[in-house]
């Protein structure tokens, strides 16, 4: 049984950073990708960023680049995002996801993933 748990998720000021994690199990985790999405009010879920856990290989969208950083730890089934220099506009329900490992074109589309987390609130205050 697939499951992911996200977590970490809170209200910070502006410039401020968090720590989301994302705990996997049911699935083998060093096989597969981790990608995180975020949805806001009104908006459309946007990928944001991915790793793949065979080769530790990221990708980040514009809006994130630099800001935020993913990483994985095999030995716990886990995947972090650390989040710096958050801006309002951040603010968003965060999901993690799981799937099979391919292109990034494919692993930053929410389309192609096939198991999903809750879900976490961040909020970003000014």
């Known amino acids: 049984d697939v499951q992911l748990q996200a977590s970490g998720g809170g209200l910070v000021q502006a410039g401020g950073s968090l720590r989301l994690s994302c705990a996997a199990s049911?699935?083998?985790?060093?096989?597969?990708?981790i990608g995180w999405f975020r949805q806001a009010p009104g908006k459309e879920r946007e990928g944001i960023t991915c790793?793949?856990?065979?080769?530790?290989?990221?990708y980040y969208a514009g809006s994130v680049k630099g800001r935020f950083t993913i990483t994985s730890d095999n030995t716990k089934n886990t995947v972090y995002l650390q989040m710096n220099s958050l801006k309002p506009e951040d603010t968003a329900v965060y999901y993690c996801?799981?799937?099979?490992?391919?292109?990034?074109?494919?692993?930053?589309?929410?389309?192609?993933?096939?198991?999903w987390g809750q879900g976490t609130q961040v909020t970003v205050s000014s």
């Open positions: 049911g699935f083998r985790f060093d096989a597969y990708a």
């Open positions: 996801a799981s799937a099979r490992p391919g292109p990034f074109s494919n692993l930053m589309d929410d389309r192609w993933y096939d198991a």
């Open positions: 790793i793949s856990n065979s080769d530790g290989s990221t």
